[in-house]
C-alpha cells in the first residue's frame, strides 16, 4: 500500500483546486487518478489539480490539470491559489515570477489578495457564433465571449458544449456570458477540461474585461462578478493583472491506491 501524500484544498473565487508539493520530483499522476481525485462524490472534488515543483530561473513552476485529466496550459485562479500555497511553504516572496506552460509570470501578494500577470495572446477578435457582437481571445486559453442582457437567464451548460465543439473552434473553448452592469460585468463561465459551467475563471476574467473595456469603454481596472466571488483586471503597462482572494480551506492525506478509478 502506497504511503498517504499530503494535499491541500484552495479557493479562489469560487474556483477550487487539490495542489500538491512535487519538489523533489517523485510525484507521478495518472489521468484516472486526477479524474478520480477531481471527483465531487468519490474523490476530494475540485476544478483542477495543481503541482507545485522547482523551476530553473522562476522562483516555481506550476502545472495544471482539468478536472478531465487533460492538461492546462494555463488557470488565472489556479495560478492564484498556487502562489498562496507557494508562500504557504516558504518557496514564494512578496513578489516574483513563476512559470506555467505558456510561459513565465510575474505575481505579488497582497494578505489574502494575489494578483498574478495573464499573458494575453494577440488581440480581440469580433465574432457572430453564436450571436451577433461576440468577441474571441486568448488569455493563456482560448475564451468565446458572448454578450447578454440577461446572463441569469442562459443556459450555459448546453451552450458551452455546443461551442466547445465547434468547427469554429478546433482546439476548443471556454464559453462567457457576460452581462454590462453600472460599474462591473457580470460572468459566467463554462470551462473546457471542466466541460461544466464553474463558479469562477481567471482567464475568463481577463478575456471579458478586455472585452468590455474595447467593446463598452470601461476604464481600468475592471470589476468582475462570479457566482463565486469578485475579480479585478487592471491593465499596467502592456501587461494584464488578475487580482483576487486565494484561501487555503483544509490540508489532508490522500492514499493514491485508495482512489475510485474506474
Known amino acids: 500500500m502506497s504511503k498517504p501524500i499530503d494535499c491541500y484544498k484552495y479557493v479562489g473565487a469560487g474556483n477550487d483546486f487539490v495542489i500538491f508539493e512535487n519538489w523533489n520530483g517523485d510525484l507521478k499522476l ?3 487518478q486526477i479524474v478520480s481525485i477531481c471527483d465531487r462524490h468519490f474523490g476530494i472534488g475540485a476544478d483542477g489539480i495543481l503541482i507545485l515543483q522547482p523551476h530553473n530561473s522562476a522562483d516555481f513552476q506550476m502545472n495544471y490539470f482539468n478536472a478531465d485529466g487533460s492538461r492546462g496550459e494555463m488557470c488565472g485562479n489556479g495560478a492564484r491559489c498556487l502562489v498562496s500555497f507557494a508562500e504557504f511553504l516558504g518557496r514564494a516572496k512578496s513578489s516574483g515570477t513563476f512559470s506555467a ?3 513565465i509570470h510575474y505575481y505579488s501578494i497582497h494578505g489574502d489578495l494575489v494578483d498574478v ?9 469580433g465574432w457572430d457564433i453564436p450571436r451577433i457582437g461576440c468577441g474571441f481571445i486568448d488569455t493563456g486559453v482560448p475564451h468565446l465571449i458572448i ?3 440577461d446572463a441569469a437567464s442562459e443556459n450555459l451548460d448546453p451552450l458551452g458544449r455546443k461551442m466547445n465543439s465547434h468547427e469554429a473552434h478546433p ?3 471556454n464559453v462567457n456570458i457576460v452581462e454590462k452592469l453600472s460599474h462591473s460585468v457580470k460572468v459566467r463561465t463554462w470551462e473546457r477540461g471542466v466541460n461544466v459551467e464553474t463558479l469562477a475563471c481567471g482567464t475568463g476574467a481577463v478575456a471579458t474585461a478586455i472585452f468590455a473595456h474595447k467593446k463598452w469603454n470601461f476604464e481600468w481596472p475592471i470589476r468582475l462578478s462570479f457566482p463565486g466571488g469578485d475579480l479585478e483586471v487592471d491593465q499596467r503597462g502592456n501587461q494584464y493583472w488578475l ?3 486565494a484561501q487555503l480551506v483544509f490540508k489532508g ?9 474506474n
Do not use: A
Open 30 to 32: 495518472t489521468v484516472q
Open 101 to 103: 506552460d505558456d510561459g
Open 117 to 125: 500577470e495573464i499573458i494575453v495572446n494577440g488581440e480581440l477578435q
Open 147 to 149: 454578450p447578454s442582457q
Open 171 to 173: 482546439l476548443g473553448t
Open 243 to 245: 487580482k483576487g482572494p
Open 253 to 261: 492525506h490522500l492514499s493514491l491506491s485508495k482512489l475510485h478509478c
